[in-house]
Nanobody, 125 residues
Framework: QLQFVESGGGLVQPGGSLRVSCAASGFSLVHYDVGWFRHAPGKEHEGVSCISSSGDTTYYEDSVKGRFTISRDNANNTVYLQMNNLQSEDTGVYYC??????????????????WGQGTQVTVSS
């Protein structure tokens, strides 16, 4: 059974960086697109970024372009999200899931796997 475990979140000051990880078990990610999502306080889930199965194609939601970088290590069944120049509006619980990765749908939250427990990212001075 596919299970994602997100980790790497924490408390960081504005302008700081974090790298969150998404480790999959019970399933190989090698043939699947994967997305990162976040749930900010008082807001709905939103897609943040996604990466194609090969890693050749990536898309980002407008507010994180130039600051976030998604990557994957298929050998280790893990997907990463490097987050730089973090701002208070980036605060939220970050999740990963299988999804179809397209530019038009990067913010959508239609996924093809169960949500994990997520990892909390808090940006505050």
């Amino acid at each position: 059974q596919l299970q994602f475990v997100e980790s790497g979140g924490g408390l960081v000051q504005p302008g700081g960086s974090l790298r969150v990880s998404c480790a999959a078990s019970g399933f190989s990610l090698v043939h699947y697109d994967v997305g990162w999502f976040r749930h900010a306080p008082g807001k709905e889930h939103e897609g943040v970024s996604c990466i194609s199965s090969s890693g050749d194609t990536t898309y980002y939601e407008d507010s994180v372009k130039g600051r976030f970088t998604i990557s994957r290590d298929n050998a280790n069944n893990t997907v990463y999200l490097q987050m730089n120049n973090l701002q208070s509006e980036d605060t939220g619980v970050y999740y990963c899931a299988l999804r179809t990765c397209t530019m038009a749908m990067v913010r959508a939250t239609k996924v093809m796997s169960d949500w994990g427990q997520g990892t909390q990212v808090t940006v505050s001075s």
